[in-house]
């Protein structure tokens, strides 16, 4: 088990939580090139108010969005995303399952906009990092909020990510872009820092990034030739806001951009994006239940 320094890394006393949120997450296509803003296919994607949670290191929750949270106007998206989280003072681990049909091409006052109902995107894979400084800087308790940062402290953070990724139906909107329906396998390491800033005893903020580099193996889903490409990928999180033994108020963000093309004419990219407001509030329960004394990562190992 890992060891921390208790004057720099707290811990409720109360092993449970429950988390009432608002969030908006998204997945995206972005284009840029050389004579060209950037072009963003977007999805209809209405906010979500969910409940959650926590024990150990782990977190369980489920939202259900609302059409008057999201733009009336258009057609809702069709969307899965589920995210799931873990972590400990050693390790980070970060799972994705997206897949969304029916994309919108906004124009450039934002008023405008082309409809896509049949492009379809999906993004699973991976991503790990190593805590170095785990004695004295804790990503959770800026994240998942199930440790407390009694001291500002940072560390290096160096891991990697396996993803999955495919593009189906991309349609000819510019000139300027030469694109194509595709199915991707990308991996890489990836090396960052992790600092909290800890103020006034109990009010923090939290920011991370991390830069990779990519292999990927690329397939044309219409020529079906294969392709071997180097692509960055870059993850950054940032959160503020209060937390003691009992509640914690906090506004998290994530971004996850990882990129499908990269050259000096022409780059596209995924952008994974999720924004939450989030109060939690901790407890202990009057009987323990055995299969919460393990995280969830445990739960799945067989035996």
């Known amino acids: 088990m890992a ?44 906010a979500s108010i ?5 024990w150990k ?3 369980l929750s489920y ?26 003072e050693r390790l980070l681990i970060d799972f994705y399952l997206q897949n969304y049909k029916g994309f919108y091409l906004l124009g450039e006052n934002k008023k405008t906009y082309e409809a896509f109902p049949d492009l379809q995107i999906s993004m699973y894979g991976v991503s790990g990092q190593y805590v170095f400084n785990h004695k004295k800087y804790s990503f959770a308790a800026t994240n998942s909020f199930n440790k407390i940062q009694l001291k500002s402290a940072g560390s290096l953070l160096v891991g990697g990510n396996i993803f999955y990724s495919k593009t189906q139906n991309i349609p000819l909107f510019n000139a300027e ?35 990779g580099i990519n292999g990927n193996l690329e397939k044309n889903l219409l020529t079906r030739k294969t392709n071997f490409l180097i692509t ?20 998290a963000t994530s971004i996850n951009s990882l990129f499908m093309s990269y050259s000096d004419s022409q780059q596209s990219n995924l ?26 990562i445990n739960l799945l190992k067989p035996n």
């Open 177 to 211: 872009i030469q694109d194509y329906d595709k199915r991707l396998i990308s991996f890489g390491p990836a090396i960052g820092y992790g600092h909290n800033f800890v103020f006034f005893k109990h009010y923090f903020i939290g920011i991370s990034a991390l830069i």
């Open 3 to 46: 060891q921390t320094d208790s004057t720099y890394i707290g811990k409720s006393n109360k092993m449970y939580g429950a988390k009432l949120f608002f969030t908006q997450a998204s997945l995206a296509l972005n284009y840029t090139s050389e004579r060209m803003k950037d072009q963003v296919f977007e999805p209809n994607k209405p």
């Open 63 to 88: 939202s259900q969005s609302f059409s008057s949270l999201g733009d009336r106007e258009r057609k809702k998206s069709k969307t899965f995303d589920f995210r799931y989280n873990y972590y400990s």
């Open 271 to 296: 952008f994974s994006t999720k924004l939450m407001l989030t109060t939690t509030k901790r407890f202990n329960l009057k009987k323990e239940i055995p299969f919460l004394k393990k995280d969830l």
């Open 57 to 59: 290191n782990s977190e």
């Open 232 to 251: 960055p990928d870059i993850q950054s999180k940032f959160s503020i806001g209060y937390s003691d033994e009992t509640w914690t108020f906090a506004l």
């Open 50 to 54: 969910g409940i959650g949670f926590l």
